[in-house]
C-alpha cells in the first residue's frame, strides 16, 4: 500500500491526499515506494502523541488536571514567578487558552497573581499548587520510566545522544539561515 492510499481501519494513514494529486503535484514521486511512517518526523511526532495522551489521562483520572493546566502548573513549579505572556511563549499555547487554564487554577487555589497595577501581573504557585506540582512530577516521571525502561542502558544514551545531536543541528541551521542577510528581487 502506497504512502497516500486509505486503507480501511488502518490508523497508520494521516495523510489523505488522492494519489493522482499527489502525481500531478510531485511527478518524480515514486508514491508507491514511500510510507509515511517512514519519516522521522512522523515517527517522533507519533510517539510524542502517543506518551502525551498518556500523560493527558493519567493527569485527568489522578489530578482533574487538564494538559495545559498541567503545563502551567509545571513551568511555575520549574521556574517560579511568570507572567500569562510568559507561559504563552514556553507552552506555544496562544493568550486565551493560557488564560482559560489560569483561571480554572486559580479558582482551585493552586495559583496567586500578585496585587499589582503593572499590566504584566506575576503569577505563582500556591503551596498546594507546589504539592500538586511535585506530585505530578512525580507521577509523571514514573510514567516515563516505564517507558524507558523497555530499552536497554545502551538504547537509552543513545536515544538521549541522538534527540540531542537532532536538536542542536537543527538549531545551528535555524540560526545560520537568520543571519544569512535578505535576498534582494
Not at 19 to 39: E, M, N, T, V, W
Request: proline letters at 3%; charged letters at 30%.
Amino acid at each position: 500500500m502506497g504512502l497516500f492510499e486509505r486503507k480501511s481501519g488502518n490508523t497508520d494513514v494521516v495523510w489523505d491526499l488522492p494519489p493522482k494529486l499527489i502525481q500531478a503535484l510531485a511527478p518524480d514521486l515514486d508514491i508507491g515506494s514511500l510510507r509515511l511512517l517512514d519519516f522521522v518526523t512522523i515517527r517522533i511526532d507519533r510517539l510524542a502523541g502517543l506518551m502525551n495522551q498518556q500523560t493527558r489521562q493519567m493527569l485527568s483520572e489522578r489530578f482533574d488536571l487538564s494538559f495545559i493546566e498541567w503545563q502551567c502548573l509545571a513551568f511555575l513549579g520549574e521556574r517560579g514567578d511568570l507572567t500569562a505572556a510568559e507561559i504563552c511563549r514556553l507552552t506555544g499555547y496562544d493568550k486565551a487558552q493560557v488564560s482559560h487554564a489560569l483561571r480554572d487554577l486559580a479558582k482551585r487555589k493552586l495559583i496567586h497573581r500578585a496585587t499589582t497595577t503593572a499590566k504584566a501581573v506575576p503569577i505563582e504557585l500556591t503551596t498546594d499548587g507546589r504539592d500538586l506540582f511535585k506530585r505530578c512530577v512525580t507521577a509523571r516521571r514514573r510514567l516515563e520510566r516505564a517507558h524507558l525502561e523497555r530499552l536497554s542502558p545502551e538504547q537509552r544514551v543513545a536515544l538521549y545522544e541522538a534527540l540531542t545531536i537532532l536538536a542542536r543541528s537543527l538549531v545551528d541551521e535555524s540560526t545560520e539561515r537568520h543571519k544569512q542577510p535578505a535576498k534582494r528581487a
